[in-house]
């Protein structure tokens, strides 16, 4: 596995051979996803490209640090895009009028929208207690309550309640204190 610097210089430079590196490690992953979601095959590949641009676009523009793997944060950006064209797609009804489309700017933008926001949200939920990242994780995951009781060795559902909801408000309250969270809020 190359290191994420590698793979973002591999991007910037159009680095062909760094390029199949990336499409080898992450490209299986995202096709499996899109094809499990309602894709095809050629969404798959619309939808990795546009992530692997808007990666490269956002870098150049203003560098940053992904902190998870590289083919976790692709995996993540191709997931949120694939996620909105599917809300967009059932947003869409035929019309004998014409109707103005969303720009590609403007859905680049939404997409480096909630990149940040996704970012913002791993990197507060980084910061909570081991024991709240584990319960957020299994509640996250959509597991019971019953199910987070015996996993966490809590002594009730009302616990593992409470826990959660303690957690998901600690969470909330550490992501709107942060100086970014106004900026990415709207939209």
């Given at each position: 596995m190359i290191e994420k610097?590698?793979?973002l210089k591999a991007l910037l430079s159009n680095d062909s051979n760094g390029i199949m590196k990336i499409y080898k490690a992450v490209f299986p992953k995202v096709r499996k996803f899109v094809l499990q979601n309602k894709g095809q095959q050629q969404d798959a590949e619309d939808i990795f490209q546009k992530a692997l641009l808007?990666?490269?676009?956002?870098?150049?523009?203003?560098?940053?640090?992904?902190?998870?793997?590289?083919?976790?944060?692709?995996f993540t950006a191709?997931?949120?895009?694939?996620?909105?064209?599917?809300?967009s797609s059932k947003n869409k009804v035929?019309?004998?009028?014409?109707?103005?489309?969303?720009?590609?700017?403007?859905?680049?933008?939404?997409?480096v929208l909630e990149q940040k926001?996704?970012?913002?949200?791993?990197?507060?939920?980084?910061?909570l207690s081991e024991n709240c990242k584990k319960v957020l994780s299994?509640?996250?995951?959509?597991e019971t309550y019953a199910s987070i009781v015996k996993k966490m060795g809590y002594n009730s559902e009302t616990v593992a309640r409470q826990r959660v909801f303690k957690?998901?408000?600690k969470l909330a309250e550490m992501i709107k204190k942060d100086n970014d969270y106004n900026s990415l809020k709207s939209l």
């Open positions: 610097t590698a793979y808007q990666i490269m676009i956002r870098y150049q523009k203003e560098p940053f640090e992904i902190k998870s793997s590289f083919e976790a944060y692709v191709c997931k949120n895009l694939w996620r909105r064209a599917l809300n035929t019309k004998t009028e014409v109707v103005e489309l969303l720009s590609e700017e403007r859905d680049l933008a939404l997409s926001r996704w970012e913002l949200f791993t990197e507060k939920l980084d910061m299994l509640f996250f995951s959509n957690c998901k408000s």
